[in-house]
């Protein structure tokens, strides 16, 4: 089951300026890559505090709804080149090629969001001639409405960390008690002011990512997209009128769509779309599911005010992650005040005589709501695609089955992003679209690489993690695994009174002391992840993070003093 794009969870300005951060074209602008420090004024080799550094400037997402000022803020500095991770060196494998031809476009895309604008912009960069599809701007998707910026930007990522940072006020109010600050009378919530000031941001990136795309040479096309043969697609404007656009390549890159589980009253439901644009707030809310959008949306609610019920069919939620930070994240939920309702499974929803909702359960519960939300997985947007019409292979859950290169088994028409259901990111997806660019039109072939890619869900407190789960390192290891722990109170609860510890781990390798995974369960989670992500990538040891010196007072120092495992595993794999 699809976790859907919500995981690109960069708390960046917005997920466009992080785009346009890493493109070929704005390093040129934004940044002085290490192959130019040479040439650079400021560079005299044997004096490290002469050289230039890579730097970026962006708006934190926290203040994206605060007038405009014209300090920027949020800087940070990196030291090494800005590159695209590969693992070409390791497909022996190259794409099918496609034969020439008379047509009118070298590209066509259809869908216009994380994967499908950076694969569109990269390849125009490379001189191709580029028309991108995507529906009408609308936050709530529907077969007739999306908008350039796709869900991350306009129903996702973006929206919901907005409505993350909303509802984290109430606990800031709560701790501000300990620190001397008193409020007269109780904080007052507006849930249509914060709607609507998250609509008008969202409006603007949609209208950032137009520019985006224009300033790249890329044409935009409004309407739906449909496959009529391998080299030719029918789009169906919002007016009616139909047009033919033929291309060498085809790329699709139409996302997913929320999945509703199939009970009876599953009409009343809403899902994560109508949830980010709801009218009234909602006193009490009951979420069907426990996956990032279930546990994210529960904090969201639960810190505005709402009584919140949460019910999933899992022992705990969050399944496929780390058993142990399952059961951490269940504890917060709980501690916090919703109400958890494991191992159990919705029956149907009823509308009752006064316009609210009941969920009923195989437990012989009847939950009642203002609103009952689905969040039951994503689904690969592939109805009504024309698939068929170009031969082009789903598998069963609709999801588009394509080779490491992110071509299917047509050759003309590639698919990135989560229509092809591999890892369901905004980042994955940006890296798939690169790559796909890269190969297809800069003569650089590249495939993604799938390894040791960080995530985070932004529950509160949030949980990050990248590599494998302490399961996952058990059954691959020849040798035994080393599980470094630590749970402790943070040092802002000491004053604030707040009785929620930070939980931290480490996977190791007991033979090469290479770090496996890491987790970790607490306040800024995700940043401090995204370093160790980096770390991951370069192969870090547990020596090297022990060698490490820590930066005090921090959360993050203690990934570097875990000294004694908590426990030693033998690895499943290992030698007779």
């Known amino acids: 089951m699809a976790a859907g794009a919500y995981l690109a969870k960069a708390s960046l300005a917005s997920t466009a300026r992080l785009h346009a951060l890493i493109s070929p074209t704005s390093v040129s602008k934004s940044f002085t890559p290490l192959a130019t420090l040479s040439r650079h004024p400021g560079f005299a080799p044997g004096f490290p505090q002469a050289k230039p550094l890579l730097t970026s400037s962006f708006r934190p997402i926290s203040r994206s709804l605060r007038p405009r000022r014209a300090t920027r803020l949020g ?12 693992a070409a060196g390791e497909v022996t494998d190259r794409p099918v090629p496609v034969e020439d031809g008379d047509y009118e476009w070298d590209l066509v895309t259809i869908g216009v969001g994380s994967g499908g604008t950076r694969a569109s912009r990269i390849a125009a960069s490379f001189g191709a001639k580029v028309a991108a599809i995507e529906l009408p701007f609308n936050p709530i998707s529907s077969d007739t409405q999306g908008g350039v910026g796709g869900t991350c930007v306009l129903r996702g990522c973006v929206p919901k960390k907005i409505l993350v940072y909303g509802s984290a006020f109430s606990s800031e109010f709560e701790d501000a008690a300990g620190f001397g600050w008193s409020i007269p009378g109780a904080p007052t919530f507006d849930w249509k002011h914060l709607i609507a000031n998250k609509t008008r941001e969202i409006e603007r990136l949609n209208g950032v990512y137009k520019r985006i795309l224009g300033n790249a040479g890329v044409t935009l096309v409004e309407g739906r997209g449909k496959l009529v043969d391998p080299h030719t697609v029918e789009v169906t404007s919002p007016d009616g009128s139909v047009q033919k656009l033929t291309a060498k390549h085809i790329l699709i890159a139409v996302g997913g769509r929320p999945h509703l589980i199939d009970i ?41 005010g709402a009584e919140v019920h949460l019910v999933y069919r899992q022992p705990a939620p969050l399944r496929g992650f780390d058993e142990e930070m399952r059961g951490v994240v269940a504890q917060n939920l709980g501690t916090r005040g919703m109400k958890l309702h494991p191992s159990t499974n919705p029956t149907k929803v009823e509308k009752t005589a006064t316009g609210t909702y009941v969920l009923h359960t195989d437990k012989g519960e009847a939950l009642e709501a203002d609103v009952v939300m689905f969040a039951t997985g994503r689904a690969p947007s592939t109805h009504n695609l024309g698939l068929e019409n170009a031969g082009v292979e789903t598998d069963s859950i609709g999801a588009i089955k394509v080779s490491a290169w992110s071509q299917t088994n047509v050759p003309s028409v590639w698919a990135v992003g989560d229509v092809t259901n591999r890892i369901n990111l905004t980042p994955v997806a940006l890296m798939e679209g690169h790559c796909f660019a890269r190969t297809v039109f800069g003569n650089d072939p590249d495939t993604p690489d799938f390894e040791n890619v960080a995530s985070a869900v932004f529950c509160q407190p949030p949980l990050a993690v990248v590599g494998m789960t302490e399961k996952q390192a058990v059954e691959s290891s020849s040798s035994d695994v080393l599980v ?93």
């Open 264 to 304: 009876p009253g599953k009409e009343f439901a809403i899902t994560s779309d109508e949830a980010l644009s709801l009218a009234e707030f909602p006193k009490r809310v009951v979420i069907v599911g426990a996956g990032y959008i279930a546990v994210e949306f529960a904090g969201i609610f639960h810190g505005m």
């Open 484 to 576: 470094f722990t630590s749970s402790f109170n943070p040092m802002k609860n000491t004053i604030s009174g707040r009785t929620e510890k930070t939980y931290m781990k480490l996977l190791v390798d007991s033979e090469t002391d290479r770090v496996l995974g890491a987790s970790m369960c607490g306040p800024d989670a995700a940043e401090i992840m995204q370093g160790l992500g980096i770390a991951m990538k370069c192969n870090v040891t547990k020596k090297q993070f022990d060698s490490t010196v820590g930066i005090h007072p921090t959360a993050a120092e203690e990934f570097v003093t875990m000294r004694t495992p908590t426990r030693r595993l033998p690895g499943m794999k290992k030698k007779e």
């Open 75 to 86: 800087n940070f500095s990196l030291v090494s080149r800005v590159t695209m991770s590969t």
